[in-house]
């Protein structure tokens, strides 16, 4: 999962959905919770989240509430899942 | 006569997330969306993004559905259609072709209209409020002819479009009514702040000014000020605010005051009517009234919510939402219900001097809204506190200062 920094415009709609894994930071962009408190726009992988109980769906969810598609999902294996 | 089982007025993103969520919970049932627009699901809150306009971000980038999209999931979107009647007791809406559609059920998620400006001459080419794709789009193409632009009013739409004016090279005045930038939702600290940056980028800003008349022939070439000022422009972007169209809905007998009224499972005083987005006016239990706003997180999740008791179930809405933006190296951010009321207290977190402000609005002690300036990271920290109920009261000392960190109150 990974945040496209050029394309979030800190709507926050990601934020409401999953508010373990993203928040904004100085800029007004969304960026990854990570194991240890790290926080950066990706890539992460899901072993690499803070809230490693997050189910799929749920980052799916956020991924397309976005209104600039800033969150992009690839499978294990580099497939782009979203958008 | 048509059929839908689920009606939805309004093709924006609280009508377009309410027919996913409807389809995901109910397979079979007939959904139809109708659109005042001529276009599917867009991003409205894309278009006076500056790097949209200067094509940054490429522009198909704004569709946020496919075409395909509505016929693989069964939704009828009648795009181009408005809305002209509703009458609640047949449930019988008519739309401005003369076609009738009887429902099952319906959601108003109709949005708002840009305030129409009556100064003479407003109708001219080249003057424009930013709302619609349409309005986005012929901004873009006369962006690049336009040497000087004037921008009306002091909000998000000024302010987003005087960064993407001057990226763009264009002489930029801002016409405010008002004494400083966004009075008076915010506060003279946080007004100047935001002029302190639009002044160091070369934006001039007249205070206390009003247009009186627009000049030019079929095309804008200039203002007249109420003062007798003359400004040469070739366009004139006019984010004087919105106001929604209510008079079909409130002559079907739905409740209104501002907004569409409704409780707090977004159900309006008519049965098995809903109302959503920008819109509705909604009982808001997190803060304990009723309240109308207009931004993307609220009308998405409102759309879900009324949604879910479309399709039968019984969920209240809980959020408490927020709005940001940034631009000229500043973010402004608001979070919950930031209108300070003589009932309100206003704690002041940061300042000018250390270049971050913040001022959190409490009442009865309790924190319901905050206005943030470069403070954007605590957002998701003060919507929990909101979210929490918690009571400042004997904090607000503490929080007063920027080295405290939000995280230790909840």
């Known amino acids: 999962m990974t945040v496209d920094r050029n394309l979030c415009i800190g709507a926050a709609s990601c934020v409401v959905a999953a508010p373990t894994v993203f928040e904004l930071d100085g800029e007004n962009k969304a960026v990854i919770k990570k194991q240890g408190g790290a926080k950066d726009s990706g890539p992460a992988g899901k072993e690499e989240l803070e809230d490693q109980a997050i189910p799929y769906e749920t980052l799916l969810a956020a991924a397309q509430s976005c209104p600039t598609k800033a969150i992009i999902i690839v499978d294990e294996l580099g497939n782009q899942i979203y958008p | 006569m048509n059929e839908a089982n689920y009606l939805i007025v309004g093709g924006g993103v609280a009508g377009t997330t309410a027919a996913e969520t409807i389809r995901t919970n109910d397979k079979t049932g007939s959904i139809t969306v109708i659109s005042d627009e001529p276009y599917r699901f867009y991003s409205r809150i894309l278009l006076s993004k500056p790097n949209f306009f200067l094509e940054k971000i490429p522009f198909d980038q704004v569709w946020l559905k496919d075409e395909s999209w509505y016929t693989q999931n069964g939704i009828n979107l009648l795009a181009g259609r408005q809305a002209v009647s509703i009458n609640p007791q047949s449930k019988i809406v008519a739309l401005d072709d003369g076609s009738k559609w009887h429902y ?145 809905v409130k002559s079907g007998g739905v409740e209104t005051n501002r907004g569409v009224l409704t409780d707090e499972y977004l159900q309006t005083s008519a049965p098995d009517v809903w109302a959503v987005g920008d819109a509705a006016e909604f009982n808001d239990i997190v803060i304990g009234e009723r309240v109308q706003l207009g931004n993307w997180v609220n009308s998405q999740n409102q759309g879900r919510i009324a949604a879910m008791n479309m399709v039968g179930q019984k969920q209240a809405f809980k959020l408490v939402s927020f709005y940001t933006t940034q631009g000229f190296g500043i973010t402004i951010g608001f979070v919950g219900n930031v209108r300070v009321t003589p009932d309100r207290e206003v704690v002041a977190r940061g300042s000018a001097e250390e270049g971050k402000y913040g001022r959190l609005i409490l009442h009865n002690g309790k924190l319901v809204g905050a206005t943030l300036i470069n403070l954007a990271g605590e957002l998701g920290l003060i919507a929990k506190l909101i979210e929490k109920g918690a009571d400042l009261s004997a904090r607000k000392k503490e929080i007063a200062g920027l080295e405290t960190n939000l995280q230790t109150l909840i």
Request: glycine letters at 12%; one cysteine or more; proline letters at 3%.
């Open chain 2, 104 to 248: 099952g059920k319906l959601l108003l998620a109709i949005g708002t209209c840009a305030r129409k400006w009556g100064v003479p001459g407003a109708d001219k080419k080249g003057v424009l409020p930013l709302r619609t794709l349409d309005d986005a789009k012929e901004i873009i193409s006369r962006v690049k002819t336009t040497k000087q632009a004037i921008l009306i009013g002091s909000g998000f739409i000024s302010f987003e479009m005087a960064e993407m004016l001057r990226l763009a090279g264009v002489d930029v005045t801002l016409v405010i009514l008002e004494s400083y930038y966004w009075e008076p939702l915010l506060d003279e600290t946080s007004g100047r702040m935001i002029e302190k940056v639009l002044l160091a980028n070369g934006v001039k800003i007249l205070h206390k000014s009003e247009v009186a008349q627009i000049e030019g022939g079929e095309a804008v070439e200039g203002v007249v000020l109420k003062d007798g000022t003359k400004l040469p422009c070739q366009l004139i972007i006019a984010g004087i605010g919105v106001s929604c169209v209510l008079d079909w």
